[in-house]
Every structure is written in C-alpha cells, then in structure tokens.
C-alpha cells in the first residue's frame, strides 16, 4: 500500500479516530521497529489523551535485535506498556491481551469501586498504513473469538471482537498519518517502502542509504555483493562507484558498456526491504 495523503484523506482519518477514541480505553498504536519514529503518529498524543497507551514495535524480525530492545527501553521509560511483535509469524501476539489488561488495571480499579464490574476493556488498534495493522488483527484475533455488538444491516453500529470475557478489541484498526512534513521522516518512510516508489527518485535514495549503511552497518555491503567499499563516505557522489559496483557484480550493464547504477539502486532497496543485507534499524533512541 502506497502512501498518498491529501488534506482531505488527513481530515478524514483523523475524523474515524476522534470519533472512535471515545468508546476505548486503550489505544495500540504500531510502530515499525526499523524505524519507530518515522513511523509514529505525531498527533496521537493529543487524540489519545487520557487513555492508556500501548505501543507494539511490530515487524521486529525485519529490525536489529540490539536496536528492538534498546527502543523498548526507550518507550517503557516514556510511560508506555511495549512489546516486540512479529505479526506475520505470530511471534509476541499472544502476549498483548495480558498487556491490555495490565495497561488498563487502572481503570478496571476505578470502577470496581463505582460498582462496574465485569466490564470488559475496549482496545483499537492504530498505525499508519502499512505498519501491519490487518495482519495483526489477524493474527491477534485468530479464530477462538466472537464477534459482538450491533448486527451488520439492523443498526449501524461498531463491531467488537471478544477476545476474552476481559477484553474486546474494535475490528476495524485506526488510521494515522505519518510525520510528511519532516524530510527525515519521508526518507524513511521511503526506505522501507512506505511510499509510492513512483514518485521517489529512487537512486538517490539508494545513495542515502549506503551513506547510512557505511556509518552505521559497514559490513553489509560487502558481505552481500562482495564488493570494496570506501572506509569514509560523507557525501552522495561518494556513493557512485558503490552503485557501479553493485551493477558490474550483478551484470547490469547497459548498451554502452556503462555499469547501469538506476538498476542497481532498486537490486540494493529490494535487498534492503527483504532483509537481504541482514536486520536493519535505521532510527536509533537517544
Ligand atoms: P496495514 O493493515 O497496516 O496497512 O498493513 P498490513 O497488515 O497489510 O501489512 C503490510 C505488510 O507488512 C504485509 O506484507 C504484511 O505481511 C507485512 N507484515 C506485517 N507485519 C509484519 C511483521 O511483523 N513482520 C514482517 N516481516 N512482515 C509483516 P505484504 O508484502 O503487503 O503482503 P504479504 O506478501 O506478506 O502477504
């Protein structure tokens, strides 16, 4: 899914969200764990004022497991319940539903002692799109559940998913917006995919990333194509013979005998985005 927002589309979303924050008590907000800034709702804080917070660093298998632990750390610190999930294999779901309740044991105490008991705690899911929100669901959901709340077609109302006869989750997930207006931000985004490759110069953006990739990850360049890459690169231009290099290496050669770099751009960005160059976290925490 390709990410292409308007004024309008924003508007719209954050309608749905303001609208169904207030039947929930929690909110699971998605991040991905490659890169969990980038990849947070700016404005959630707002929207989800007074609700307790959760938030899943989703597609952990695809991130580096020193950076995963150290994000957790990061977010527990900022008063958040955190988990490491991996939604597509299942790894870290089950763990959620103790998490809700634990998230919301606040609120269930408040109650008891107004007399509510036995009143399950409402969660939403939310992210922006991509983050994996369907696939969790899916997975989180499975099939020991039922469906409850107005029947579709008598009135019109929200479907609730019982979980268990402590939690419901709302079945269809909140949709946030990413952070566009921080150029860092839609770098990342654009890294992993999460906007539409069409409108992105995309060997610029393989620049970009082996620029990161020789500060941070020095190795996985040459392990994967076999290939010399400089020791210091500080500029974009610096990263050209790379490109050529991965071209030669992978016989992109164009008519004229010139290694084909364009080509050699999106074999480095789908090598990435399939962890082909091993786990990879392009945001670190402070
Ligand atoms: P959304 O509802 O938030 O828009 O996201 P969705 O669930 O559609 O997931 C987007 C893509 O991310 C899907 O891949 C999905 O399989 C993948 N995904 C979700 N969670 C994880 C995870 O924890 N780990 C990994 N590795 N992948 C995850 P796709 O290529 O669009 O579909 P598919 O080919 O995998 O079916």
């Known amino acids: 899914m390709n990410l292409q927002w308007y004024p309008g589309h924003m508007a719209k979303a954050k309608r749905m969200m303001q609208e ?3 039947l929930i008590d929690v909110v699971v907000e998605l991040v991905d764990a490659r890169i ?4 947070k709702n700016p404005d959630i804080d707002a929207l989800a004022k007074n609700k307790s917070r959760i938030i899943l660093l989703n597609k952990y298998d695809m991130a580096d497991p020193k950076y995963n632990d150290l994000w957790k750390k990061h977010f527990e610190e900022n008063g958040y319940y955190v988990a490491l999930v991996n939604s597509k294999s299942g790894q870290g779901v089950k763990q959620v539903k103790d998490i809700i309740y634990k998230a919301c044991e606040a609120k269930i105490e408040r109650d008891r002692r107004r007399g509510i008991i036995n009143r399950p705690v ?4 939310a992210g922006i799109p991509n983050v994996g929100k369907s696939t969790f669901i899916n997975s989180f959901v499975g099939r020991a ?4 709340g107005n029947k579709p077609g008598i009135t019109k109302g929200k479907q609730w998913i019982r979980l268990s006869n402590k939690v419901e989750l709302l079945d269809t997930p909140g949709i946030l917006w990413p952070k566009f207006e ?5 770098m990342s985004l654009a890294l992993i995919g999460s906007i539409n490759d069409n409108i992105i110069p995309m060997t610029e953006l393989a620049c970009e990333l082996i620029l990161f990739l020789n500060r941070h990850y020095p190795d996985a360049i040459k392990q994967r194509y076999d290939i010399e890459v400089p020791k210091i690169m500080n500029e974009i231009k610096d990263t050209i013979s790379t490109l050529e290099n991965i071209a030669i ?5 164009m008519k004229g005998g010139e290694p084909d770099i364009d080509k050699a751009a999106l074999i480095l960005l789908d090598d990435f985005r399939s962890v082909r ?4 976290t392009l945001e670190f925490p402070e």
């Open 145 to 148: 559940s039922t469906k409850t």
């Open 122 to 125: 409402r969660a939403m899911v």
């Open 277 to 280: 160059l091993g786990q990879i």
């Open 36 to 39: 969990p800034l980038s990849s």
């Open 20 to 22: 169904n924050i207030k």
């Open 182 to 186: 921080d150029p860092r931000a839609g």
């Open 249 to 253: 290496k992978r016989s992109s050669i």
